[in-house]
């Protein structure tokens, strides 16, 4: 069994919600799990060891990132400009320019974009399910990347046809056998990739009569499906709250995302209920889906974090906690003025590190086993480079504001999920094709094929009007 020593680096654990900063610390992965945290530890012998010398480093849980897109990598850089409903047609259904193969390697680069920035649990709602293969390879990629994820196997309303300025022609049925059938049989095979990748369930379609929605959960339990992910933005979709609620099916494994504009009374169900909600700050700001919530005083015991759409900006969840936070003091500080008071930094660093690590973790049902660096729970961890230019002087004043606000991607020097290391020295380790015997890919020539599967991908998608696009997602979404 192999085991993994991380040496004199200054360790940020919990006691419940409560941060605690062991300097001079060392921490003992054996296996998948961390074994004992303390100083002067030692391997213990029939094991093949690795000691990792961590003085000038800041040794972290995994980030969470309890809401992301992981298929989109070929469109990044299109949306820079665009808002809500122009992502729609230009990102969200270009699934269907998607062949299983570009969805394998689409997928591959967002797990591996979500490691180089130190997140180590991402939920995937997995909106691209065009065929049972576009599904395999996706779980296929992730399981390959070393990430861990919950693949939230999706229905989407499939295009058929698209060309030119015709109308467009889709599958009027939602939830065909085959789709079914193939939620049936990946869950008689989860969880994949040594039990990393497990299944859940992802669901917008609320304009599907009552009975059909709570067949489909109640399926899906029967499976042992244990997460289920949907969008909510108040006053511009279905009130998927009230729905949920009302079919008796909103509780604990209920995670929402976004929820901007929530009323008091929907708070107040998702309090009672148990049920959690994810915050993506840079695209709800751009894409105009209202203030962020992540930090309303009243929720912020059930909120996560996520990225999103890494096709939009990028995987590094510090940017987002970074942003989320910085704008909600900003709004405090606007009411504070305004009502003739003194401006106060209320949102401590503190609340926004459990954002993305152990609030995350109950998000998904997993707080006791990842989410901090405790003994007894799996090794997922972050290691910084604390004498970096930025983070040099930082890191001896408060670790916490170290990370949070001086920390960037470049000083994620070593991620480690599941007891393995995926980065070292900064850079990705190459990756088992999973399936594939003998196959390694490094990052270099997983950028290649990628390249390559944009380009066939453009070309699929010339003359496709996006205004019949858009008339598409008005008939289908709403």
């Avoid at 093949?48 to 850089?77: A, E, N, Y």
């Avoid at 799996?378 to 890191?395: E, R, Y």
């Avoid at 504001?401 to 020295?425: F, P, Q, Y």
Wanted: with cysteine; hydrophobic share 40%.
């Amino acid at each position: 069994m192999t085991s993994i020593l991380l040496q004199a680096g200054t360790v940020l654990t919990h006691q419940g919600d409560r941060v605690k900063v062991l300097r001079d610390h060392d921490v003992l992965i054996v296996g998948n799990k961390i074994k004992a945290i303390g100083r002067g530890l030692t391997l213990r012998d029939g094991t093949t060891d690795r000691v990792i010398d961590c003085r000038g480093k800041i040794i972290s849980p995994g980030f969470i990132d309890t809401h992301h897109h992981l298929w989109q990598s070929q469109m990044r850089g299109r949306f820079g400009n665009v808002g809500f409903m122009d992502y729609m047609v230009a990102g969200n259904i270009q699934s269907f320019n998607y062949t299983p193969q570009d969805i394998f390697l689409g997928q591959l680069a967002g797990c591996q974009e979500s490691l180089y920035s130190g997140v180590t649990t991402v939920v995937d709602h997995a909106h691209m399910t065009y065929s049972p293969g576009h599904a395999t390879e996706a779980i296929r990629a992730s399981a390959s990347s070393g990430l861990r994820t919950f693949f939230c196997y999706t229905p989407v309303w499939r295009i058929k046809k698209w060309v030119s300025d015709e109308a467009v022609e889709y599958d009027e049925e939602l939830l065909p056998e085959w789709w079914f059938s193939t939620l049936e049989s990946l869950a008689k095979a989860a969880p994949f990739g040594n039990g990393r990748v497990k299944l859940g369930l992802g669901f917008d379609a609320f304009s599907l009569p009552k009975e059909v929605v709570q067949d489909l959960w109640a399926r899906c339990r029967s499976l042992g499906v244990s997460l289920f992910t949907t969008h909510y933005v108040a006053k511009h979709m279905k009130n998927s709250i009230a729905l949920l609620k009302e079919y008796g099916l909103l509780d604990h494994t209920t995670l929402f995302s976004h929820i901007n504009g929530i009323s008091p009374s929907d708070a107040q169900t998702l309090l009672t209920h148990g049920a959690h909600f994810s915050s993506t700050p840079e695209t709800e700001l751009q894409m105009g889906l209202g203030e962020p919530v992540a930090f309303n005083p009243d929720l912020k015991c059930i909120g996560s974090i996520g990225i999103d759409c890494h096709a939009n900006n990028s995987a590094d969840i510090l940017t987002q906690l970074r942003l989320g936070m910085q704008h909600a003091r900003g709004a405090e500080n606007a009411r504070a003025i305004a009502e003739g008071e003194y401006p106060s930094v209320k949102i401590k660093l503190e609340e926004v590190f459990n954002l993305g690590t152990v609030q995350g973790a109950r998000a998904v049902g997993m707080g006791a086993e990842i989410g901090s660096v405790e003994v007894g729970k799996l090794a997922d961890i972050v290691v910084f480079d604390a004498a970096s230019p930025n983070m040099v002087c930082a890191a001896e004043e408060d670790p916490l504001a170290a990370v949070l606000l001086h920390a960037n991607v470049g000083d994620v020097e070593m991620v480690i999920v599941d007891g393995v290391v995926r980065k070292e020295a900064g850079r990705l380790v190459d990756v088992g094709i999973d399936g594939e015997v003998g196959e390694v890919l490094s990052q270099r020539e997983a950028a290649r094929r990628l390249l390559e599967s944009r380009e066939r991908i453009i070309g699929r998608a010339a003359g496709q009007d996006a205004g019949r696009g858009m008339e598409f997602l008005y008939k289908t979404f709403g």
